[in-house]
């Protein structure tokens, strides 16, 4: 509610005061008072489903949801009781009785929040009879697989899915006890309109939602003499490591992350940064040409494997806009068993190309049939970063005391700009640095492009580039990450309600760092941590723009003649289809390729 | 206008309709035509006659005898009989003590007081009884706040369920500026056992509409939903047609009476969730959604349908309105008891000798509904217990059965009025099997929306099963008071709360019947 | 192929359960189809999902094919005790289905539902849009024997 009345109220005895509109949750988080919650999650709209955090209110009959009831004034509240806690443990009782409880094999395991609040307190699932009915795991498509058997109906999915997201893929099928959470006409994910993003695994509490492994395979290729297994890790994934291991969160990780690589057993530890800038290079000359050439603006940055997906589903209409462009991935893919494979002189055949992102939606990037330019499948793995950390840990690796190691040759080294991809904004700042060098001949006075940094939901400037020959232009950009930002955009893009050049998007909330392949329960706030830690990184690093990175220029000098060449526009660049909105499925090809 | 010397009621609704009325009343006609009594013999088609199972049923007026389980064979003996020789047909007739000792209430009857009576399809028979005078006067004679005045001294409280005082909750909403507010009829009636507010639509629907016109005078909304569900085709049928004929009157639409005053009233159908019952979870069906309850506050008077204040009340609160309005709050709140005012209309079923249903003053004992309006326990039997307020009721024993039937006088004893719905039950009935069945309906129509709820009642299905099945424990009795006593404090909306009274009641009042199972 | 039944209504969403009635009335088979969803999907601007959530939350609409006949025997407490179960079992032996189900022959579909409101006359079925009161064995004998000769 937007207005400044403040409430007062009383929690445990404890006066508190906070806005009208507060809920007793969010005004008992503000006086330090802890009441348990299991569906509640911060960043999302309260499903109310659990009742765990219910508390008693003075005069009230009956207990109520603390997450969304909003305080009034006067209000005498009981957080914990003895009641309240015989009704908390009954009702996280009730939902054991209801979910498949294999602790020890659950990709949740140790993560878990039922698992954390049935242990503190204390629940004893014994009383009960146990309802669950087992239902099949829905596991047909590359990126995410649901098993039934665990969810808890908490609606976290389904409220990111809709409201967040608005992708609609998932939603629930019958109701009361048999409803489920499901796909349309119960099809599963691989035939539903599912992007692929991963927000509902990041979001769901219990591990009824988890990426399709690879971890198998790829032990599989790391152990067989045969292979030859190089690797590449996304920007986002550095400024995640630390906070798995007990290190400083707010620091990058980048040297252990290549020795960790290495103890694994990867032949070659490259870097995503690396193709992120050669992306850069690429797309800047697409844009800059765009503009020169009077092509269709706006250009929309393609990085973003869900945002591509999102965009094939529901906006086909502006596939032309979208930068034919590769992601990083799939460049580093195209060139790992070309370029790498030529200088190396290695039988690309038995090259293994595995790559480790914050994203379940590369999975199915990977796996897409047009993916093969380099006369292979590009990317043969995709690992998220939760994969990536458990190798680390069953291979028993000490990360935290690792030394720092650098990267590969070739395909390691990297800017700055091609750090920051890994933060909303990012690709955006990494493209204006490079085309302002471009169009002006020199380097922007100040390389930070703070417009465009920071988790606002939709970013919009307008930047005045004094061009060598086009006079003074003036750029405007916008920035959305998460997709119901991104789908309020390009509505505006549709409509023609406003006149961009230059769009980026990135499909999960926070930009890569929020990915469906990131840390269970990744907050907003973890994520806007995450993406500091990387600016922090661009600024430290001593080249910060694509165009300066050495191995991006010998790769052009040695290989792939100048940007937007013919071979560029062979391993480099793609096309796109138009998708159903009811199953996903491609339809037809609505952009071609060069 | 024609001057008859009879006239005969029939009773049209969907009892009768199964039993073949209109084939009965087609050839009633033709024998009254073929015997020259057109003329003198008036078919009046009206609304429930509040008799079921008994099929087919007529009532003749000025005689007030009535016919029940008449055949098409029947026709010419009654013609004959009753009308050419004034000798009532003895075999056919409803037990004649028993209608003249109760009347079936008609002298107090309030809403019901045209059901039965007047052709609900024709408007001019309503406004003939009075109709539409109180929505005259609301509209012309009081302003807004007077009207909300009358309804709060009038002591009228919610029919739903809940008892929640109508005047009260359009106080809420009456005063707040907005552009747009909106009343809304909840005819979502799915409670068990209940259909109290199916007769009313089906016989009187004019009279709903007349307590929805001066409802959105009141708080100022010029549009006002009837949701009704989707299994109610006729009402839906005569619905229609009353709103039509309101309009083609001028009691509807622009500018009514001559006043400032713009109402337009529409139709939203169902599709079977008992859920949407309930106030905002009946708003989001009609919004298009899976009926989901909303979190309450905010509750619907202040932010309801489309977001804006929203008057959500019953179909029976409706139609009591336009007596107050014409009649004033004092004659109102002479009917009932203290705290209580008003008609009760109910619904007594099962093992009775003379299902039905019967409008009493608030307060009137259940024994008094059960023997005097049901007849009593058929058979030769011995009443064992009566599931009063629905499948979200009480089981009543025996010595219960004195209890006043209003909201104060029934919370002495932990029960609850409910939709009025009163289901007897006789010694050969199981308390077991009839709380199997209630737990049943529960898990079926949980919504899902809440944990407790959901996972609450198919707990209780299980363990009543078991308990049924004679696989049950002694414990597990425990179990279910338990749990559903957790699913009163935790759940989401009344439905998952309302298992308890069931549940705990069945279990305390008729234990002998559960450990019977478990030897 | 749906375009008439939804263009009756105004393309706001508060419609939707209006138009799922109408698909489904008019379809043979009784039913709501993916097609049909897609076509409403498109109208209303509501995604397939959302309408797929309704359908399946609602008793009276089916997301698979039905027999001509909807049987909707009412299992509520008032008809259960007036031997409800009784009639059930005797629907499940002459028709030769499970709850849910449809006969061979694509005549009947049979299901269970809550109360009617017609509790008066337990126990109760509905077919389509007639109710049948007061049942028993024989009488559901004769009332599925008489739809089966109205059928040839």
Known sequence: ?594 | MKFYRSHILIGIDDSSLQSGVKEIENSLRQELDKNNLSDEVNILETGTLGYFGTGVSITVYPDQITYVNITKEDIPEIVSEHFLKGRPVRRLMLDKEFTSKYDFGYKRRIVLENSGLIDPENIEEYIGTGGYEGWEKALTEMKPNQIVEEVKQSGLRGRGGAGFPTGLKWSFTAPLEVEQKYVVVNADEGEPGTFKDRLIMEGDPHKLLEGVMIASRAVGASKAYIYIRGEYKLCIQRLQHAIKQAYDYGILGKNIFGSDFNLDIYLKIGAGAYVCGEETALIESMEGNRGNPRNKPPFPGVEGAWKAPTVVNNVETLANVPSIIKNGADWYAAFGVEGCTGSKVYTILGDVKHPGLCEVDMGTPLRTIIDGYGGGIKDGKEFKAALVGGAAGVFLPNKMLDVKMDFNSLQEYAAVLGSGAILVMNEDADMVDMLWSVIRFFRHESCGKCSPCANGNEILYRLITDIRNGKGKEEDLEHMIMLSETMKESSFCALGQSLLLPVKSAIENFREDFLARMK | MYEKFIKKYAPTKDNLIYILHEIQDNHPQQYVSEEAVQEVSEYLKVSPAHIYGVLTFYTMFSTKPRGKNIIRLCESPPCFLRGSEQILKKLKESLDVKIGETTKDGLFTLELCACLGVCGNAPVMMINEDVYGDLTEKKVEKIINDIKGRQE
């Open chain 1, 1 to 594: 509610m937007a207005n400044n009345k403040m409430i007062k109220l009383w929690i445990d005895n404890k006066e508190v005061e906070v806005p009208e509109g507060t809920t007793i949750l969010s005004a008992a988080q503000k006086a330090d008072i802890h009441i348990p919650t299991l569906c509640y999650h911060p960043d999302l709209e309260p499903s109310a489903n659990c009742g765990v955090c219910v508390v008693e209110i003075e005069g009230q009959p009956v207990p109520k949801r603390s997450c969304c009831t909003p305080v009034w004034e006067g209000m005498k509240v009981t957080s914990n009781s003895v009641k309240l806690r015989h009704l908390r443990k009954t009702l996280v009782e009730m939902v054991l009785s209801n979910h498949d409880v294999v602790c020890p094999t659950c990709n949740q395991n140790n993560k878990c929040e039922l698992q954390d609040l049935a242990y503190l307190l204390g629940v004893d699932d014994s009383r009960l009879p146990k309802i669950l009915e087992k239902k099949p795991i829905d596991d047909a498509g590359f990126s995410i697989v649901r098993d039934p058997n665990k969810c808890i109906s908490c609606g976290r999915c389904i409220t990111v899915c809709q409201q967040v997201q608005t992708v609609n893929a998932l939603t629930i099928n019958g109701r009361g006890f048999d409803g489920t959470v499901t796909t349309p006409f119960d099809k599963g994910m691989s035939e539903s309109p599912c992007v692929n993003c991963g927000q509902c695994v990041v979001y769901c509490p219990v591990g009824a939602l988890r990426e399709k492994s690879n971890t198998e395979e790829v032990w599989d290729a790391l152990l067989d003499d045969d292979k030859y297994v190089v690797v590449q890790e996304a920007p986002a994934i550095r400024a995640t490591l630390g906070e798995e291991f007990g290190m400083d969160p707010e620091k990058v990780t980048v040297g252990k992350m290549y020795a960790a690589l290495r103890k694994l057993g990867f032949d070659r530890v490259f870097d995503t940064n690396f193709s992120a800038d050669l992306t850069i290079m690429e797309e800047g000359t697409e844009l800059i040409t765009r503009l020169k050439e009077g092509g269709k603006l706006p250009l929309i940055t393609s990085c973003s494997p869900g945002w591509i997906k999102f965009m094939e589903t529901y906006f086909p209409g502006i596939a032309e806009n979208v930068s034919t462009c590769k992601s990083p991935q799939q460049m580093f893919g195209a060139l790992v068993k070309t370029y790498f494979a030529e200088k190396e002189d290695l039988d690309p055949a038995k090259i293994v190309s595995v790559s480790i992102m914050p994203c379940t939606a590369k999975k199915f990037e990977a796996n897409r049939p047009e993916m093969k330019d380099s006369g292979y499948q590009d990317v043969d793995y995709v690992l998220t970063t939760r994969e990536f950390v458990k190798m680390i840990k069953e291979a028993g690796i000490d990360f935290k005391n690792l030394p720092e190691e650098k990267a590969d040759d070739l395909m390691g080294a990297y800017t700055g700009a091609g750090t920051i991809f890994g933060a909303t904004g990012g690709v955006m700042e990494a493209a204006v640095r490079t085309a302002y060098y471009v169009l002006t001949g020199r380097e922007m006075d100040n390389l930070n492009v703070e417009a465009v940094r920071g988790m606002k939901g939709v970013k919009e400037a307008s930047l005045t580039i004094p061009t060598k020959d086009l006079g003074e232009v003036s750029l405007n950009v916008a920035v959305a990450h998460g997709l119901g930002n991104a789908r309020k955009l390009m509505e505006k893009v549709v409509s023609g309600e406003k006149e961009y050049h230059f769009i980026e998007v990135m499909a999960c909330p926070g930009g890569c760092v929020g990915g469906g392949g990131q840390p269970f329960g990744s907050s907003l706030a973890d994520r806007a941590r995450r993406g500091m830690s990387l600016y922090k990184e661009d600024s430290d690093l001593p080249l910060r723009c694509s165009h300066q990175n050495p191995a991006v220029n010998k790769a052009y000098e040695s290989y792939l003649g100048e940007p937007n060449s013919e071979k560029a526009h062979k391993l480099l660049h793609t096309y796109y289809f138009q998708r159903s909105t009811a199953n996903g499925q491609t339809q037809k090809e609505v952009t071609h390729k060069h």
